[in-house]
């Protein structure tokens, strides 16, 4: 070792800092009709980031995406809003600035008759809506990030709960009890836990409706999680 000079020492470790500073914070999805792989390893999420594949997608299909509104079928007013070059074409996304792209309009309308998602449903929550309005003032890009899910974390408030708030409450809630299913209390999704329709559903086995509804499929890691969960009796921990 003490043969090498220092003055290698500085320039390993200086390449080594410059490469790291050049290392992308985010995997953009050129192609727009990938529907985009969430599950890959690699990119970290920077919290000060809105990434569309992991934070706004799932707020719009379960908040707006569901059967009779903007799913590709129904398409209410022409609007779809189950992927990312759906939300582009139709949802009037000006990227730079929310104020003059309609879908924030629509969904932070005071007007209830105006605002999305109507009545008796409930408005995005002020989370929902500071996410998506970052993501149109970041460019309203197609970017995805590894959110660092580990299979050993399966209880209930650290994994479960924030996974089903996610993906699944925008259609399960009171308000909006698809299939007069709800998850949005413990009770509630430890009897589908209980029943075999939660897993039969998230890990779309045969004989249950495949869930999310028009979502991709939650990643291997997520439904792995689910099932320690309720393999460990699906306790509220
Ligand atoms: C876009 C709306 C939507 C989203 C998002 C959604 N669901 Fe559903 N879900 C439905 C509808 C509609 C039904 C009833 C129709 C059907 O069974 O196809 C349903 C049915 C179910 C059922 C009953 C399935 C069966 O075959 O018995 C379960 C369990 C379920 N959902 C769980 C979930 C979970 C867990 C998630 C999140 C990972 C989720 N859902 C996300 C709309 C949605």
């Given at each position: ?153 399966y209880a209930y408030a650290s994994a479960i709960e924030p996974l089903i708030n996610?993906?699944c409450k925008?259609c399960h809630n009171a308000a909006q009890a698809s299939g007069g299913i709800r998850l949005d209390t413990y009770a509630a999704v430890k009897s589908a836990a209980d029943n075999g329709s939660l897993y039969?559903a998230i ?23 689910v099932?320690?969960w309720i393999?460990n009796g699906a306790p509220d921990n």
């Open positions: 070792m003490r043969s090498i000079p220092g003055i290698i020492y500085l320039l390993i470790i200086s390449v080594i800092v410059i490469s790291c500073k050049h290392e992308p914070e985010e995997k953009l999805i050129t192609d727009p009709t990938d529907p985009g792989d969430t599950t890959s390893n690699g990119i970290t999420c920077n919290p000060d980031t809105a990434y569309f594949q992991n934070d706004v997608l799932p707020i719009l299909i379960s908040g707006c995406g569901m059967s009779g509104c903007h799913d590709a079928t129904s398409a209410q007013e022409g609007v779809v809003l189950t992927s990312y070059q759906s939300v582009m074409n139709t949802a009037g996304i000006s990227p730079g600035n929310p104020n003059g792209s309609e879908l924030y309009e629509k969904i932070t309308d005071d007007d209830p008759e105006d605002r999305m998602p109507p009545p008796p449903m409930a408005a995005l929550s002020t989370d929902q809506l500071l996410t998506i309005r970052k993501w149109i003032e970041q460019g309203a890009k197609n970017n995805y990030c590894d959110a660092g899910c580990d299979t050993n974390n996610t993906y925008g039969g890990s779309h086995q045969q004989g249950y409706s495949p869930m999310p509804q028009g979502g991709n499929k939650l990643s291997e890691c997520n439904i792995t999680q099932r320690k393999a």
